[in-house]
């Protein structure tokens, strides 16, 4: 992508009957947004209207472009690639099985572009993990789904202003977690979250600290050996390959203290050893990364918020630091990718 060409931001619809389309709306209500991308909206301009006339504290002149094809999609426009021509019925609150569908519909759509060029990154709106399975669509979430579609290895990379955490073993029941920590999975991921800190976010020589899975790292053996006997050789393997990772921190004093501070990235072993901190830090503002992949995918760190669906209550902090962020990863990708195209010998 040249420098000058503005990004083509492909974004998911999510969950019709969710806060996804006003976050989306209340994001792309502040005009400056076009300055930094060119949406398309992967759903409908009926449902996109829909929600607007909920939503009383945003510009009621927005308008939507209908379009058929992303490449269609204009500049300074508020693009919809509309994919329901049909009326929707739409259920606030409530998971329904059309809504499943359309979330589904969505995704595809939006991938299949990706692949083919059509766009630059991907934002997706959250969905309902539920209601979104089908014969096509047996994950636990986006980022499984995503590292299928694409053909890679990938990490869950929560972003905030003050800290980056990965997750090792994603959206895995905790009974399952020590079974799934093999040597094989750990240096995989450290070795991606290393990568990606290099070239997602531009730190040239990245600090990276891996978290212990037992109480106290196991507190030499009283408690548990698995930090030692498992996660110990593994982060020894990656220093004597370059890569600067640290650890196993026990994960209640290395965030009691701060000690996050001192690193570029964190690795937890399991979804909620890393997003309960996190989400404690940034819960309005944080971004979920697939890491690894060959595209840029980001998402608001939140679910579907049937709770507060169509009260214009939600916030678009999350959402907006989503688009900023995939933004700032193409950037960076392709700074660092000119930068490293032709290394002396």
């Known amino acids: 992508m040249k420098e000058d060409k503005k990004i083509k931001l492909a974004i998911t619809h999510g969950d019709i009957n969710g806060v996804g389309y006003e976050v989306i709306l209340k994001t792309f209500g502040d005009s400056r947004m076009f300055d930094l991308c060119t949406p398309v909206l992967y759903g409908s301009t009926k449902v996109a209207s829909y929600h607007k006339k909920l939503l009383t504290s945003m510009p009621q002149e927005m308008t939507f472009h209908g379009i058929r094809e992303a490449g269609e999609a204009g500049g300074g426009k508020f693009n919809v690639l509309n994919l329901v021509p049909d009326e929707v019925k739409i259920d606030l609150g409530k998971s329904t099985e059309v809504a499943g569908q359309l979330a589904r519909e969505s995704l595809n759509r939006a991938c299949t572009d990706l692949k083919a060029g059509l766009v630059d990154a991907l934002v997706t709106a959250p969905i309902n993990k539920r209601n979104i399975q089908a014969a096509d669509f047996d994950f636990p979430g986006h980022t499984e789904y995503l ?9 869950m990379f929560m972003v905030c202003d003050r800290i980056r955490i ?11 977690v020590p079974s799934a920590l093999t040597p094989e999975l750990l240096s995989k991921k450290i070795r991606l979250m290393n990568e990606s800190l290099k070239r997602d976010f531009g730190i040239t020589i990245p600090k990276i600290a891996v978290l212990a899975l037992d109480p106290h790292a196991g507190d030499n053996g009283v408690i548990g050996d698995f930090d030692m006997k498992v996660i110990k050789p593994v982060i020894d393997e990656a220093q004597s390959k370059g890569i600067l990772a640290y650890g196993p921190f026990p994960s209640d004093g290395f965030f009691g203290s701060s000690e996050f501070n001192k690193f570029d990235g964190v690795l937890a072993l399991y979804h909620d050893q890393g997003l309960i901190p996190f989400k404690l830090m940034s819960f309005t503002e944080g971004v979920n990364y697939t890491a690894g992949l060959p595209y840029v995918r980001t998402s608001p760190a939140h679910g579907t918020g049937y709770d507060i669906a169509g009260k214009d209550k939600a916030s678009e902090q999350s959402f907006r630091s989503a688009v900023y962020l995939a933004c700032n990863i ?4 392709q700074e660092y990718d000119e930068l490293t195209a032709n290394p002396l010998k």
């Open 147 to 155: 590292s299928h579609q694409f053909g890679g290895e990938s990490l």
């Open 166 to 176: 990965g997750i090792v073993t994603n959206h895995l029941a905790l009974k399952d």
């Open 330 to 333: 193409i950037r960076n990708r």
